[in-house]
């Protein structure tokens, strides 16, 4: 006949304080003179021209500079921006950045929450050779749970968002340099082909200049050297017109690189538009003072770094001091003997 027999075990964690201090030994150091007060910079009291946008129209302001290449007047060039942008790899790189970000902002703020665990175990066996089989049951929650007095987990969860924004920041710095640079090659490609097509021109008088001196020489009315330079001059325009279209040819196989695109398929859509220059509208912004360079991206960036490596400094500082940590269990055991 079985026993059963139950015991209820229960343990409760008493209240830890882990602290420590350390006083390092230094050599008297010299006195520290204090250094002279810098003079205050001079500046105009008042901006004398307005801001182009308030602060309520600040989803306006975006939405003009996310529509900033349509100014441009040239459907093909907004299409090949967006296509570099969904090919690019760097902005792929910078997505990847932005989502381990967001995983050292959470884990942070987890640091700064009770932790909770649950075991459970289930043993058969005997405790020793003679003695009955019997089963064992056993099952325990923990939790853990350090207080932050001094703000080292506060300080790392706005550290981790500092890197998070910086990391925002660097997406659409990255953004803005791909768009930059799909245009820069764009406009170079419309230049050129405007250049190529001034170089065929040239090459076609060229070589007319050069047969009407050859019929010349031969009616003796120029002399034979006239017809030899001619003839070279005519080369000469070959050469240009063959080294204008082959920079046109880089240029495209450039864009191809960049939109991740059909060379066939780009070559025909880039014929409509041959050799057109796009100009741009000029924005309706009345003046352009400087608090707009906190629209950049890049100085944005630098301006979260600065004040996530500030957060750390505070963190380290907040580590040094004692720290406080309650931790309790609570479990239950189930014993079966035969």
Known sequence: MKMLHWRWLAWTGPLWLAGCAQWPMQAPQPPVRPAPAMPAPAAAPSWQAPLPATAGAADERAEALRAWWSRLEDPLLTELIQAAQQASPTLSAAGQRIAQARFARAAAEADTLPA?????????????????????????????????????????????????????????????????????????????????????RDSRSREETARLTALAAQAGFRAPADAALARGSAAQGRSQAAQAQAQCDRLVKALVALTARDEPALRQGLQPGHARLPEAVPPPLPAVPGDLLRQRPDLARAEREIVAAAAEVDQRAAQRLPQVRLSGQVGLMRLENG
């Open 116 to 200: 909770l665990g649950v075991e459970a175990q289930a043993v058969r066996g005997r405790a020793e050779p003679a003695s009955p089989t019997g089963n064992r049951y056993t099952a325990a929650a923990q939790a853990a749970w350090e207080i932050d007095l001094f703000g080292a987990g506060r300080a790392a969860t706005q550290a981790a968002q500092a890197r998070l924004d910086g990391a925002v920041a660097a997406w659409h710095d990255a953004r803005i340099a791909v768009a930059a640079e799909t245009a820069q090659t764009y406009i170079q490609l419309r230049a050129c082909e405007a250049q190529a097509g001034w170089a065929l």
